[in-house]
Nanobody, 129 residues
């Protein structure tokens, strides 16, 4: 079992920045690929960014590419999502998840919620205009 806990959400003005953290604990949690999804009211959960378990490969949704950066510190079992140039449309609950994903798979594999076994409770990000 792996436990995942997000933190760092809040209210920020458009153009501002936030850094989300995701702490994973449990059996060999550093061997899991980690991902951020988000869900806005009335919308489906959507992929934001992912990082392979080694940290060498990262993947982003087109909507956040160039503005968000995902990284991981396996020594601390923590994944970060640095969000810059935030827009009102980034407002959502952000969820972190962990999954067993082999290296070398297609990037699209990281974008499906069904490939992740362990989910956090989410953290609210609100961007005001």
């Amino acid at each position: 079992q792996v436990q995942v806990v997000e933190s760092g959400g809040g209210l920020v003005q458009a153009g501002g920045s936030l850094r989300l953290s995701c702490a994973a604990s449990g059996r060999t949690s550093s061997n899991y690929a980690m991902v951020w999804f988000r869900q806005a009211p009335g919308k489906e959960r959507e992929f934001v960014a992912a990082v392979s378990w080694t940290g060498r490969s990262t993947y982003y949704a087109d909507s956040v590419k160039g503005r968000f950066t995902i990284s991981r510190d396996n020594a601390k079992n923590t994944v970060y999502l640095q969000m810059n140039s935030l827009k009102p449309e980034d407002t959502a609950v952000y969820y972190c998840a962990a999954g067993t994903i082999a290296l070398g798979v297609s990037a699209s594999y990281y974008t499906h919620t069904t490939n992740y076994n362990y989910w956090g409770q989410g953290t609210q990000v609100t961007v005001s205009s």
